[in-house]
């Protein structure tokens, strides 16, 4: 069983920066595409980002394209969201999520594991 745990959330001013980390246990990620979500009240779960297993493709949501970062680190079985020029529009919980057929997809529903979420705020 794969669990997924989010860390690095916070308040920040607009403009600011914040990187995002996921650590994962239970099994080598390195072959699963990671992805990044987030989500407020009364919305559906929007796609951040996500990495295919195998270190090939990297794809971002168009509204977090030029500012936001991922990357991972198979040695460490983490996943990291680096956020810069951060909007108060970017406030949400963020989740790390884990698709063991490894392609990297914006759709929410082909992850099969998922962490608790983390809280950013971006606001002055």
């Known amino acids: 069983q794969v669990q997924l745990v989010e860390s690095g959330g916070g308040l920040v001013q607009p403009g600011g920066s914040l990187r995002l980390s996921c650590a994962a246990s239970?099994?080598?990620?390195?072959?699963?595409?990671m992805g990044w979500f987030r989500q407020t009240p009364g919305k559906e779960r929007e796609f951040v980002a996500a990495?295919?297993?195998?270190?090939?493709?990297?794809y971002y949501g168009d509204s977090v394209k030029g500012r936001f970062t991922i990357s991972r680190d198979n040695a460490q079985n983490a996943v990291y969201l680096q956020m810069n020029s951060l909007k108060p529009e970017d406030t949400a919980v963020y989740y790390c999520?884990?698709?063991?057929?490894?392609?990297?997809?914006?759709?929410?529903?082909?992850?099969?594991?998922w962490g608790q979420g983390t809280q950013v705020t971006v606001s002055s």
């Open positions: 990495h295919s297993g195998g270190g090939g493709s990297i």
């Open positions: 239970g099994h080598t990620l390195s072959s699963y595409a």
């Open positions: 999520a884990a698709d063991p057929e490894g392609w990297g997809t914006f759709r929410a529903s082909e992850y099969d594991y």
